[in-house]
């Protein structure tokens, strides 16, 4: 357990790696590598070891040779637990130039981690389903040890002189560089050498041999665009082509700093454990995240794949070109790739109002998450690998983006800009802490960045800000007296007295999108004034307009309820109308409002037709729904009913059809919205999904890509065994990963324990990939029906989920899916002592959060229950 852990350290200083020599020679047949490696090091000090990173690794020889020619061969010393090789010396090595000869062997292993392999099914000319492999790397975020011994943390670049030999001639082998020469060994063997990299870290390293296709195209400054694709699909790789020979030059032109390298590549993996991996000039992808089929793939999933592109590309000059000093201030490669991916997809696809979709996706899941007290600062020590996976999550990516674009917006685009070029010309091919960011922005800004940042990436949490009165003075200016403290998801005060530096920003409803006043509140308590210039009489004062600080707002009833007109016939712009509703829902699970004041407020949003706002609505509706999924009696039907009374205008409006020249938000909003409809068994959607599904299944008429997955569902949750093996015919029968991603996705929706319990069975199964069995069983645990039988099967399964996963984020987002729904301190604890005697290295924060919210769901459910009850019945009996 996590008490017995020795104390993490780094390497020590004493040798510094120059270059990497790296051969490596994977052999697909019986799943090795062998690899042979020379390191230009710099002895700092002189030393009688030297200590650097290999995992699973079979060092076969070792020789060391220093700057006078003279070669020893040290002792070898392997650690499993430290993750290191040390090597000892007779006598003390001297300060100069060295060069370390490795030479060793590896196993292409199956968890997606280190060097790889990955299956591809095809159907060959019989129409036989076969079988090949490809070797892939996977080295974030301490796996390049893995591959070849190493100094593995991301502070000691260096340089890499890569070669790869290829046993089967039709293979492509790909890294990071163009590849300079390709010649045949003696053996057969085709090798080829790659130009070496510019100084770069070693989990940025990668390594691709396999069969693939591509399309390419050159961008608009020369640099040469890949798409990789399996055999056969290299049209699907044409939409991302697009996107990411846009994406190099927009960065280049905001950034001011060209793309470095020559080339860049993007390859789709089909056994991939994340979205998407950086590696510098070869990013990585899962095919989900990649691949479009114009016939198959969804609007939702093709803007998900322009955002992912965004994102990996944004890297390239961001994490790549100028790197974390430690994984302490890993938000600052992730956090900025996932503000900036949204400013790239604006500028390609501004139909996509992709910044009012920002606050539904990723400011809100941030807040959610922060309101915890098992939250964690943006910038965390950690030390050891588990504790680095484990913050790879919306704190580092999604609140780390939310406040960079709450700082954006405090100092302006222009001035955001000029702060970037400053800092990556400055820090160009080294490392950096999160202060050298500060001080880059500060100086092109003249505004006190440090001091303001430093409250909201040092401490956990964020504050609510009460708008306690209003006060008309007699020339017409208006007081706002407001007081800030944190926010916690309990509702009780925070003992600690923490204070933020808040930007706040006014507006009123003569222009609600527009800000009238700016100020910067560090105290607990104050009075700001609103000139007279800005205000009428009558007008109301809104706090945060576009929803862009990180804070939750609290108004009187009487002040909410001032905008509630203004809601309702949408005058309010949408990132107003769903920030109102998202706090005034977190002030209710906190306890600090009813829930059916909540319920109340949509009530008068019947008229919405903005795809971001019945996003928010959806997501204050399904929390809703699972915690009365907990409850036996009338509730839950009759909240299903208020749905259906919430949805009948919008559904009426769309329809099931889309329609010629309908916008990409219409498209998504229909998916959303029948999703909706068939969460709440409305009886017209789920007779008109089965004939849909029929259709579908004998030819008659395909289901639009974007309604699969709600009509599966449907049809699923009202279906028999007959249904769920229409289902898998669906699935085996299709080689599009988003189509069998979707179907797995849907299985969960069966209300037969019988037929949940083959969803389980199949979960573990050859047929799924495991990057996608934690989805199918989480799929299983989003019902009432499935929660203690997905829950119940993890602890069956645990010891060989653990071993598959070894922590990393799909056990953590399993773990944290499955259990965070219950609603009980009977489960709470069951859940806790469930982890305490069985272990869970990598997810022990992931473990506190989901414990902390079973416990908010019980007080939630306690508190407010009966009145909720007393409104549904009122409003439904209408």
Known sequence: MAGDKKPFGRLPKSVKPV???????????????????????????????????????????????????????????????????????????????????????????????????????????????????????????????????????????????????????????????????????????????????????????????????????????????????????????????????????????????????????????????????????????RESCLLVDPDNTSAVRKQWIALVVGHELAHQWFGNLVTMEWWTHLWLNEGYASFVEFLCVEHLFPEYDIWTQFVTDTYIRALELDALNSSHPIEIPVGHPSEIDEIFDDISYNKGASVIRMLHNFIGDQDFRKGMNLYLNKHQYSNTFTEDLWVALEEASNKPVKDVMSTWTLQKGFPVITVEKETQNPDGSRVISVSQTKFTANGQVDGDGVLWMVPLTFSTSRNPGVVCHKEIMSEIQKDIIIPANAISPGEWVKVNPSTVGYYRTRYTPELLNNFVPSISSRTLPPLDRLGLLDDLFALVQAGLSSTDEVLHLMLAMTDEDNYSVWSSMSNVLGKLAILLSNVEGDTEQLFKQYNRILLKKISSKLGWTPQPNESHLETMLRGLVMARLVSSADPDVMSEAKIKFANHLSGKETIVADLRSPIYKACLSSGDETTFNQLLQLYRGTDLHEEKDRICRAMGASKNKDILKKVLDFAMSDEVRSQDTVFVIISVGGSKVGRDLAWQFIQDNWSKLFNQYQGGFLLTRLVKNTTENFSSIEKAEEVENFFKQNGCVGAERTIQQACETIRLNAAWLKRDYEKLQNFLHKVVQK
């Open 19 to 285: 270059l990497y020599d790296l051969f490596l020679k994977p052999d697909l047949q019986k799943f090795t590598f062998e690899g042979k490696e020379t390191i230009s090091i710099n002895i700092l000090e002189s030393t009688n070891k030297i200590i650097l990173h290999a995992l699973d690794l079979k060092i076969e020889e070792v020789e060391l040779k220093d700057s006078e020619g003279f070669i020893s061969k040290p002792s070898v010393t392997l650690s499993a637990e430290d993750e290191t090789v040390t090597l000892g010396f007779d006598k003390e090595l001297q300060i100069g130039e060295a060069f370390l000869k490795f030479i060793f062997v590896g196993e292409l292993n199956d968890k997606m981690k280190g060097f790889y392999r990955s299956k591809y099914v095809s159907v060959n000319e019989s129409g036989n389903q076969v079988e090949f492999y490809s070797a892939v790397s996977m080295l974030c975020t301490t796996h390049a040890r893995r591959m070849f011994p190493c100094w593995d943390e991301p502070n000691l670049k260096a340089v890499f002189d890569i070669s790869i030999a290829v046993c089967n001639t039709s293979h492509r082998a790909l890294s990071n560089m163009p590849v300079v020469s390709d010649t045949t060994e003696e053996n057969g063997d085709r090798l080829l050498k790659f130009q070496k990299t510019p100084i770069m870290s070693t989990y940025l390293v990668a390594v691709v041999v396999g069969d693939f296709d591509y399309v390419e195209d050159k961008d608009s400054d020369g640099v040469l665009v890949r798409v990789y694709t399996p055999i056969g699909k290299s049209e699907q790789g044409k939409f991302a082509l697009e996107v990411a020979k846009c994406a190099l030059p927009y960065y280049k032109d905001y950034f001011q700093v060209a793309y470095p390298l020559p080339k860049m590549d993007l390859i789709a993996i089909a056994d991939f454990s994340s979205g998407a991996m950086e590696n510098w000039g070869l990013v990585t992808y």
